[in-house]
């Protein structure tokens, strides 16, 4: 297992059925993700809940676990969940200068 939580999936982690030679890039920070082929993973919440685990491809950014990527993630997230467009424009700004500062 690669020790990401399921919450990123669609973000900066995707999985596939194996060998579905598909090509993603992270939602957060665009870089193209790095795929671990036919790991055993969970499909769901509830098969990781009881540790239910299948054959897939997995794909992740390769900035998954450096701090600065988690930031991100979270601001995205929080731009996602408020309902006011001023503060969303704000964390947007916080956003850019966080990628500006650390894209590679």
């Not at 598909?22 to 671990?36: A, D, L, Q, S, Y």
Request: proline share 5%; net charge positive.
């Amino acid at each position: 297992m690669i020790g990401v939580d399921l919450g990123h999936r669609g973000y900066d982690l995707f999985i596939e059925k194996p060998n579905s030679g598909r090509t993603f890039f992270c939602n957060i920070c665009g870089k193209k993700t790095v795929v671990e082929k036919s790991i055993p993973y969970p499909s769901s919440f509830a098969d990781a809940f009881s540790k239910k685990l299948d054959l897939h491809d997995v794909y992740k950014c390769p900035h998954i676990n450096e701090k600065w990527h988690d930031n991100a993630f979270e601001l995205v997230q929080a731009i996602e969940k408020t309902p006011s467009k001023r503060i969303a424009e704000l964390m947007k700004q916080d956003l850019y200068d966080i990628l500006k500062e650390n894209r590679k």
